[in-house]
């Protein structure tokens, strides 16, 4: 007997996402701090981490997530974690990986183990590669990919054009994870971009370095706020939408 179709909702219009909350699902949430979040008038939530990403983690945290005011993405970066439920799925390619695994060898690993069981259910639409530049040495990331991070500017700017205008590739994320950026290095990447759209993260835990991001990015994420002082998230919205 033939399948029904699978239908999924249509995916949200990401490019107009100016400030994006990141929520790491092996980190304890308060419900304080989630109200934070549904407050601060930011436009996405997304799911991610580096370490942590179970199937369990990332349901409890959707669960939670039920009734969020604004779309929810997953950044898939486990197998395990690839779970129904999000709006959009993030599929990062950490360009400047020195593991090439990284740059798409897991991904297909995944994916083959994926099509003969649930290939037909596969919302393709709404999976949506990232090329990443991870910049911290000191962050997990970094250290699981072998990521090359002391890029200068011109590094960065042929990063950008390969993944913007010769792969095409839809989003290009400057990641500094926990420290706040070099800002020649991102306006080198917007530059050279191409149709790209540019998101940056890393370090914000104030307006104004919201609002410096924001002058070169896209979309900006932020993180750590939410767990150190979410009372502060607001004026990282407000700085986001102001440029």
Known sequence: MPTSPVTWPPAPDWRAWRHVTKLDPERPLTPA??????????DAIVLGGSTGM?????????????????PVALEVSTLESAVPGPALFLIP???NASDSRWLGGAQAEA???LLPVVGEYIPWELLLPE??????????AARLTGARTDLAPEDAAGWAALAGQVLRLPLIYVEYSGAFGDMALLQAVRENAGPAHVVYGG??????E??????????IVVGNLVYEAPERLRETVEAAHGN
């Open 33 to 42: 701090a989630l109200e934070a979040v549904y407050a601060s008038g930011t």
């Open 54 to 70: 179970t199937q369990q983690a990332v349901l409890d945290l959707l669960s939670r997530l039920a009734d969020a005011p604004v």
């Open 93 to 95: 390619l950490v360009m």
């Open 111 to 113: 994916l083959a183990r």
């Open 131 to 140: 090329a990443y530049l991870v910049l911290n040495p000191d962050c997990t």
């Open 203 to 208: 370090g914000i835990r104030s307006g104004r």
């Open 210 to 219: 919201a609002g410096l991001a924001a002058r070169h990015a896209h979309t």
